[in-house]
T-cell receptor, first 114, second 113 residues
Framework: QKEVEQDPGPLSVPEGAIVSLNCTYS??????FMWYRQYSRKGPELLMY????GNKEDGRFTAQVDKSSKYISLFIRDSQPSDSATYLC??????????????FGKGTKLSVKP | SAVISQKPSRDICQRGTSLTIQCQVD?????MFWYRQQPGQSLTLIAT?????????ESGFVIDKFPISRPNLTFSTLTVSNMSPEDSSIYLC??????????FGDGTRLSIL
């Protein structure tokens, strides 16, 4: 079993839809949970960052962590064509993810159709 | 957040040759890392580039294949040596600052013929 599982998609939704992206993980020692957005031919861009369980909201984006279920989610409200990208979840044991022990999912490719 | 520049952005190389990728940061950072992103696979850490000492390699990656330099706190290079088609990948530099998640450069897209 891989440490982090993420459905690669592709996921296609109409503009304005609510998007739900998810990852599951096996190691309960993960403490820091991140979502990166990667546009084509670009590097991953940090989108959301959460410590331990709970919710975090930033504009149209909400990140949720359920450590009891080993499950994290990213919700995008009122999705826009500019949200079309690959979304990567990542996890870390310590140091806020600043050190080189980030474990990534494979990424979910999202396409938002006008 | 730090601005990270990688060069080259892409290259096509012949098998058996080597390529050196550069990573420049606009501020001094303690932690610099090199990752590989193969098609359909997760980002995988190759090594931590340590300033003034040898890099720390992850399991499955060796210094002879991926030599790394870190001459100062703003610059690092990764060399992909004796390349084969299996080395075709995106190579990414990242930095970690003050217990905040890593930030990444735009990567080097490498194709081996």
């Amino acid at each position: 079993q891989k440490e982090v599982e993420q459905d690669p998609g592709p996921l296609s939704v109409p503009e304005g839809a609510i998007v739900s992206l998810n990852c599951t993980y096996s190691n309960s020692a993960f403490q820091y949970f991140m979502w990166y957005r990667q546009y084509s031919r670009k590097g991953p861009e940090l989108l959301m960052y959460t410590y331990s369980s709970g919710n975090k909201e930033d504009g149209r984006f909400t990140a949720q962590v359920d450590k009891s279920s080993k499950y994290i989610s990213l919700f995008i409200r009122d999705s826009q064509p500019s949200d079309s990208a690959t979304y990567l979840c990542a996890m870390s044991f310590n140091y806020g993810g600043s050190q080189g022990n980030l474990i990534f999912g494979k990424g979910t490719k999202l396409s938002v159709k006008p | 957040s730090a601005v990270i520049s990688q060069k080259p952005s892409r290259d096509i190389c012949q098998r058996g040759t080597s390529l050196t990728i550069q990573c420049q940061v606009d501020s001094q950072v303690t932690m610099m890392f090199w990752y590989r992103q193969q098609p359909g696979q997760s980002l995988t850490l190759i090594a931590t580039a340590n300033q003034g000492s040898e890099a720390t390699y992850e399991s499955g990656f060796v210094i002879d294949k991926f030599p790394i330099s870190r001459p100062n706190l703003t610059f690092s290079t990764l060399t992909v040596s004796n390349m084969s088609p299996e080395d075709s990948s995106i190579y990414l530099c990242s930095v970690g600052v003050s217990n905040q998640p890593q930030h990444f450069g735009d990567g080097t897209r490498l194709s081996i013929l």
